[in-house]
């Protein structure tokens, strides 16, 4: 079964990625995790912390997840498994390593929305653990109410790399049926046509989909993103990534552009090198006999 971890500081816009978290598990037939990372202090001094500090500090947190669980058993009428682990140093890498050794299949996070973009996502938790895990990450802006996943924008630069993802996100959503829109951007550096051709005749193959539509647009990316997110309104966007820093650059071009295209639609950003176990990478050469 699927495993969705939720990291929560039980904040309001963590109970809305939580209650998404739900919803959205429901439909995909996933288990969830909600996780919480609490600080510890770090001593100026080699004094040792004072006796039942660690302790404390784990039974306050288990007492708010159990709190948590407790809100989600009467709303939805399910259970959801909790976990309370310290962090010394570093959250986020806390929560990754978390997510390595839950074995989850996707990370949900919340930022605060279009407003709280800079502060709340940029240099903060979620930007990070977005960049760097090795799972895909799904960050759920604040106010963002489940509704379904019906209409998926998914961002492609018709790499072949991104094929072995795309074919586990789609297979990862497919209960759901969602309508598919495979968005390119030209930017004067375009594959052969003959390549691209061979991308969506593979990618078609490959994903039982009953409505996936390949669109083309020129222009700057960031715009023709919002346009297609919001014309008309998309339940989930979909974007790729070699690096994190690749990523950071993309998302600072638009905070410059003053552009949150992504406020009040979800963002699932899947690391280009993830791969699920027992799976191999589908390369546009080998798979010419194939189609």
Known sequence: MKVILVPTDFSPCAWNSLYYAMQFARDLEATVLLLHIFPVPVYATEMPMPEGGMGALFETAMARLKESRNAIRQEFGVEVSIKAAPAFIDITGDIESEAKLEKADLIIMGTQGADGIQKTLFGSQAVHVLAHAEIPVLVVPAGTHF?????????????????????????????????????????????????????????????????????????????????????????????????????????RKSLTREIAFHAGVPLLAIPMHFLPNGNEHTHLSKSMCEV
Do not use: C, W
């Not at 960031?222 to 974007?239: G, R």
């Open 147 to 251: 509704r379904g996943i019906h209409k998926v924008v998914m961002a492609t630069s018709y790499d072949e790399s991104e094929l072995q993802p795309m074919r586990h996100f789609l297979s990862f959503y497919l209960s759901a049926q969602p309508a598919v829109e495979v968005l390119h951007v030209k930017n004067g550096l375009d594959k052969q046509p003959g390549r691209v051709a061979l991308f969506k005749k593979i990618m078609k193959n490959m994903i039982p989909l009953p409505h996936i539509t390949f669109k083309e647009v020129e222009g700057k990316r960031l715009e023709a993103i919002e346009t297609a997110t919001d014309d008309p309104k998309a339940d989930l966007l979909v974007m790729f990534h070699h690096k994190h820093k690749h990523l950071l650059h993309l998302f």
